[in-house]
């Protein structure tokens, strides 16, 4: 009896080894497989993958603000309200259907986080950090831009391949190894760390050595630290959200604040390009890495879209300062005698002014009431707004355009389809139309086109200027109508807010539809 047991307990224990064996080799080959599937998607599909990312982040933004307690627990969001402004802060959009001031300290600290992992900066590192590092030493590399340097007959243009990173040379000499993209991420690390953090603290200390401008806040009730984080990170990230429902028109007088907010927001966006090959410099100075020699000398081998080389660097910033100096002038030139600068000194009109127009190209801070702006200055804002961030005046050789790659047929196939980023806004506008008909019949004032086209190109661009809803402009007067500090959005009906979400969604991806509407020939 106690043989045929321990008989039995041996053929258990077999089994149970023999289970045990084959359990862990089909989860180490699950394992294998996620990896492998992921690592695919991420190198293949980038525009599913910031889909979910964004969409997920939006939606675990709604559910924490839900759970969160509101400032003004007499005045309780809307699920869809508290789903807009969710989505605004994590595309960097800063579109509002609520006052700044209805939301509690928690719940602001929230939408910080949102907009800190929403930025370019982030998206950027994060996506170098996927690609490069979490996947082992393959990587994507874009042969079109290094075959720019070489020529010869069995030459591949035009394609992506996966090489490991030991074994792509350059010029016959030069390749790059993994930890040169080891070093780019410390660089990127160290660029996002310095520009927010730093940042933050700039700010704080002003507020305590200007006792103005802290009065300002504690007679609102916002703590400086909170204050300071907020604005810092919505700067950097070109958001555009301020802690306060009037924006930065309470600090217009403030000149040294907007200095200082200045540079932030050139930091994280237009001169982003410029600003990282400047750290990568500085990096390669101090501890004289051979690696950062080689991203500076070779910045199209990395395949990572912020490298530019010298050249690009200096035509886009030539471009930014440029737009700059333009907008300026023709602000200072239109509204010098305006409504909304007469309080003004000549020298705060003219820091006002710089800072107004840093801010139309994709931060979205105002020190005044875009409504009262003249249409020249509003044409040319969304202009501004509908650029991208890189746009520059870059002269191309002839025979640099001649050799460049065949795309993919498929991708070819595919982008015959797609429409232009202007076809795409006029859509949104018409569906916008269509949703506020009602409203645009009984209050034309308000609700024109263009201010319509205005938010909806202002969402696209990640913005968040906003020419606002006015009880004065009611041809009608309602003696219930109250003026509110949020966007001109917050007035639209719940259909035409749920579009206004997917043409922020749809901006903070359109880098993906660059090349739209090449196919389509106007003859």
């Known amino acids: ?147 720019s340097t070489k020529s010869g007959p069995n030459s591949t243009q035009g394609t992506k391949v996966t090489v490991p990173l030991s074994e792509l040379h350059l010029e016959g000499k030069n390749h790059v190894e993994p930890k040169t993209i080891e070093s780019l ?55 555009g959200f301020i802690p306060v429902n009037e924006n930065m028109v309470i600090f217009q007088k403030n000149t040294i604040l907007l200095l200082i907010i200045i540079p ?11 600003c990282l090959r400047l750290m990568v410099w500085s990096l390669k100075k101090i501890t004289g890495k051979e690696e950062y020699h080689f991203i500076l000398k070779h910045p199209e081998a990395i395949g990572y879209k912020h490298l530019m080389s010298g050249r690009e660097c200096v035509y886009l910033i030539l471009t930014v300062f440029s737009f700059i100096i333009t907008q300026t002038i023709l602000f200072c030139s239109l509204e010098w005698s305006s409504e909304a600068l007469q309080e003004m000194s000549s020298y705060q009109k003219i820091v006002g002014a710089l800072f107004q127009s840093a801010n139309a190209r994709h931060a979205g801070e105002s020190i005044v009431d875009l409504s009262s702006l003249s249409s020249v200055i509003l044409v040319l804002y969304t202009i501004m707004m509908y650029l991208p961030g890189y746009t520059s005046f870059l002269p191309k050789d002839d025979e640099h355009h001649s050799k460049s790659g065949m795309k993919d047929k498929r991708r070819r196939l595919l982008e015959n389809w797609i429409f232009s980023q202007l076809s795409y806004l006029a859509i949104f506008v018409m569906l916008i139309c269509i949703t506020e008909r009602e409203a645009m019949t009984t209050d034309p004032l308000n609700f024109n086109v263009f201010s319509i086209l205005f938010e909806v ?25 109250k003026d509110a500090s949020y966007g001109f959005v917050g007035k639209w009906s719940g259909k035409g807010k749920v579009i206004l979400i997917i043409v922020m969604i749809f901006g903070r991806l359109k880098a993906f539809n660059m090349k739209g509407g090449r196919a389509w020939k106007l003859r």
């Open 1 to 147: 009896m106690v043989h045929s047991l321990l008989v039995v307990l041996k053929k258990l224990r077999t089994f149970c080894t023999y289970l045990a064996t084959k359990l862990f080799s089909f989860t180490k080959s699950a394992r294998q497989s996620m990896k492998y599937s992921l690592q695919f998607i991420c190198q293949n599909n980038p525009l599913f993958v910031q889909v979910i990312y964004f969409t997920s982040i939006s939606f675990a933004g709604y559910a924490a603000l839900k759970v969160l307690k509101q400032r003004d627990k007499s005045d309780i969001l809307s699920d869809l309200d508290l789903l807009f402004t969710s989505v605004s802060a994590s595309t960097v959009s800063s579109m509002a259907t609520a006052e700044m001031e209805d939301f509690s300290s928690t719940q602001l600290w929230l939408l910080t986080i949102l907009m800190l992992v929403g930025g370019e900066v982030f998206i950027s590192m994060l996506g170098l950090y996927l690609t490069r590092s979490q996947f082992g030493n393959s990587v994507y590399v874009d042969i079109e831009s290094i075959n």
């Open 185 to 239: 991420s410390y660089a990127l690390l160290v660029y996002f760390l310095v520009t927010n953090l730093g940042s933050s603290l700039v700010i704080y200390l002003y507020l305590i050595l200007v006792p103005d401008a802290q009065g300002v806040l504690e007679r609102k009730g916002i703590g400086s630290v909170i204050f300071s984080v907020f604005t810092a990170i919505s700067s950097v990230g070109n958001c």
């Open 264 to 274: 932030q927001i050139l930091a994280g966006n237009t001169l982003f390009a410029p």
């Open 457 to 481: 190109v202002s969402a696209y661009g990640n913005v968040g200027f906003s020419v606002g809803y006015s009880c004065k402009r009611l041809r009608n007067h309602d003696v219930h109508c």
